[in-house]
């Protein structure tokens, strides 16, 4: 069967990319791809009408590029491209088919937003590869990298720091909220979000998946302080009652706030991977829930809050299901890292936990752990095979640091404000100001008129 979709950037990915790019201070160029798709060969045989105007009665064209609308137009780009690139000399990265290296060189790209990242000492070797590649494509840009996927790039060369920031996006998310003019410290309450008793009507499903779906980009790529919130939020899609409108308005809130808090990257030198649960915290099915996070460089390129699938009858069980697939994500992080030609000084990923049952469990010789679920004892052993091949360790952390703490539950003030520090985001509200106030062009500054003073 044949391929219908493209394969994307994964925006851990670029998180990643972007906190190898601030440690090791590369240049960032984005080129944009003008009508990109049109540059494919179709491979199958595909015919239309003739727009208004130009048709012949009678006749029909048959299409020998991919056009704009076509279902496989996007795959026969990222193909085209991708077969440009190698023709070049560059290798594409197993883990992630969007990104390509050829000596020091980086390309990476999201449909037809296209961007180099090297060395200033590569300068003239990437000229000439985006030289050879402007000869093939018709590209723009070529500036450095301000906007990707709706995300604003600020950088401070001199610091080697790099943020990310939506803010941009949130002003325009915030208007979804019914009540503007309150204001929240922290995105949800203690009170745990039960279902609605009710039938909620279709405008009130739609208002509220249309609120969650957009606080849901955000939750997973520049704004984890928001993370368990969204989670919660999620489960409530197909009947939605006013406590959960009112919930999902707070956190569109907290953001409206909080907009001008940024993810930072850089001044970092290590891999940082930690895994928590809050075991059976959901009082309708007793499903716990867990968190992982991976802080790359100093910069969060990870993280992900969810309820677990099954019941767990132990802190135990429930910190083993999440210590698993965490280590697993490590792996794979760690192999993507090693593909980009980056080396880090401690090739074992290390995992913060802090239950120290769990610990033992895994890195000791103790008893088989005593469960009827299958699949935990199988996690166990997987877990203890790594630790033995050393692969993975895992280190004890209390609660208190524990960076993933803050995505499995509903942090007082005081430590929400601490997890918010820790996962690396920044109030960077002046320098976003000075950036939009730089691109303003003439015709946008508004004047008072003279007569108002006379």
């Not at 670029?14 to 906190?19: E, I, N, Y």
């Not at 290296?101 to 300068?123: E, H, M, N, P, S």
């Amino acid at each position: 069967m044949r391929g219908i979709y493209a394969t994307t950037l994964a925006v851990r990915s670029f998180r990643a990319l972007v906190a190898i790019a601030a440690r090791f201070d590369l240049e960032l160029k984005q080129y944009d791809a003008v009508n990109a798709f049109v540059n494919a060969p179709l491979d199958e045989e595909v015919f239309m009408r003739s727009p208004p105007g130009y048709g012949k009665q009678g006749k029909i064209l048959k299409l020998q590029k991919a056009l704009y609308g076509l279902r496989r137009s996007p795959l026969l780009w990222q193909r085209n491209l991708t077969e440009t690139l190698m023709g070049l000399g560059f290798k594409q990265v197993p883990h992630e088919p969007c990104c390509l290296t050829l000596k020091g060189v980086l390309v990476f790209f999201y449909v037809d937003d296209i961007v180099f990242a090297y060395r200033k000492a590569d300068q003239d070797r990437a000229d000439e590869l985006i030289s050879k590649l402007k000869k093939r494509y018709n590209l723009s840009g070529g500036g450095d990298l301000q906007w990707f996927l709706g995300i604003e790039v600020i950088r401070d060369r001199p610091k080697r720091l790099i943020w990310l920031s939506q803010s941009s996006y949130i002003d325009k998310m915030a208007n979804l909220a019914e009540q503007t003019q309150l204001s929240h410290s922290t995105p949800m309450i203690r009170e745990e979000l039960l279902p609605f008793d009710g039938r909620a009507s279709i405008n009130s499903i739609t208002k509220y998946q249309k609120k969650v779906g957009s606080l849901l980009y955000a939750a997973v790529t520049t704004r984890p302080d928001i993370g368990f919130a969204v989670s919660r939020l999620a489960r409530h899609l197909s009947n939605p009652g006013p406590k959960h409108h009112t919930a999902a308005d707070r956190v569109l809130l907290y953001l409206k706030g909080q907009r001008g808090l940024a993810l930072r990257f850089g001044g970092g030198d290590d891999f940082q991977v930690a895994s928590d649960a809050s075991f059976a915290d959901n009082s309708i099915d007793r499903r716990s829930s867990q968190a992982y996070t991976m802080k790359l460089f100093g910069g969060l390129i990870g993280w992900r809050a969810n309820k677990q699938n099954t019941v767990t009858t132990s802190t135990t069980e429930a910190e083993l299901l999440p210590l698993s697939q965490t280590a697993k994500e490590g792996l794979y992080m760690s192999r993507l890292i090693k593909e980009l030609d980056v080396r880090l000084d401690n090739t074992m990923v290390r995992i913060e936990c802090d239950n120290e049952q769990t610990i033992r469990l895994v890195n000791h010789s103790l008893a088989k752990l005593q469960t009827k679920l299958r699949h935990v004892d199988i996690h166990n052993h997987w877990l203890r095979q790594e630790v033995s091949a050393g692969h993975i360790a895992v280190d004890h952390t209390p609660s208190k640091d524990l960076l993933a703490d803050g995505l499995t539950k509903v942090l007082p003030v005081a430590d929400f404000r601490r997890f918010v520090e820790a996962a690396g985001l920044v109030d960077i509200s002046d320098r976003l100001d000075q950036r939009h106030a730089e691109e303003l062009l003439p015709e946008d500054l508004v004047f008072p008129e003279w007569d108002q003073f006379e």
